[in-house]
């Protein structure tokens, strides 16, 4: 016998990663004037990658695959030399 569901009657959570623009800036690692990185570790105060995101760098970029955005603003900015 197969149980038909009705709306409201079960819910189903899709456990998929999707893109959500608020956290997608927290899986990745962004592109910073190395200057500016550097005085953000030390000092604690926030920078501004080359997305736009601002945030207080505190943890290891190698671990996170780099940001698509600030991956086509470099590249875009290696191109204008």
Excluded at 24 to 44: C, I, N, P, Q
């Amino acid at each position: 016998m197969s149980t038909q569901l009705s709306p409201g009657v079960e819910t189903i959570e899709d456990r998929r990663t999707q893109t959500n623009e608020d956290g997608d800036h927290e899986r990745f690692s962004h592109y910073v004037e190395k200057d500016k990185l550097t005085e953000a570790m030390v000092m604690g105060t926030p920078v501004v990658a080359l997305c736009g995101k601002v945030w207080v760098p505190s943890r290891d970029p190698e671990k996170y695959p780099v940001c698509p955005e600030c991956k086509e603003a470099w590249e875009q900015l290696k191109d204008d030399d």
